[in-house]
């Protein structure tokens, strides 16, 4: 049995960011961290409760006898997974949240899950929809607007 799993490092590296993001955006102003801690808090609850699972699941697999498998994909599928984080969040500050996080959306879908351009199309709307008018025009929080907008200003 390996020492690590690629499920539980995965859960926990996603716990790791999750929770930074919520202590970096504790020490925002006031009116600057309503955002961050919208997704930080949540987003931390969820990959604490998947490592919690991946935990529980590795403990019931000990009293399991496993059968040799040629090869593990694991690994290449957490990784492929953890490029994909590290892709979308450079989208997003790139793009900003509204534009980067729509673009981020329907590639992911397009690209990485192989959806159908519905599917992507509809993905990107959805996200459009809720980062521009309920975050935007609903909530009225400016969300940053990227780097290429800062550069262009």
Known sequence: MRLLDTDTVVAAVLLAVFAAMAVVAAGYPPEARFVPLVVAVPATLLAAWQLSREVAKRRSARDVPRTPTKGNGDASHAGIAIGWLFLF???????????????????????????SWRTTVGGGVLAFVGLQFCFERLLGLTLFSGWVAEWIR
């Open 89 to 115: 969040t450079l989208i997003v500050l790139s793009g900003g949240f509204v534009v980067g996080g729509t673009l981020a959306v329907m590639t992911s879908q397009r690209l990485w899950l192989r959806e």
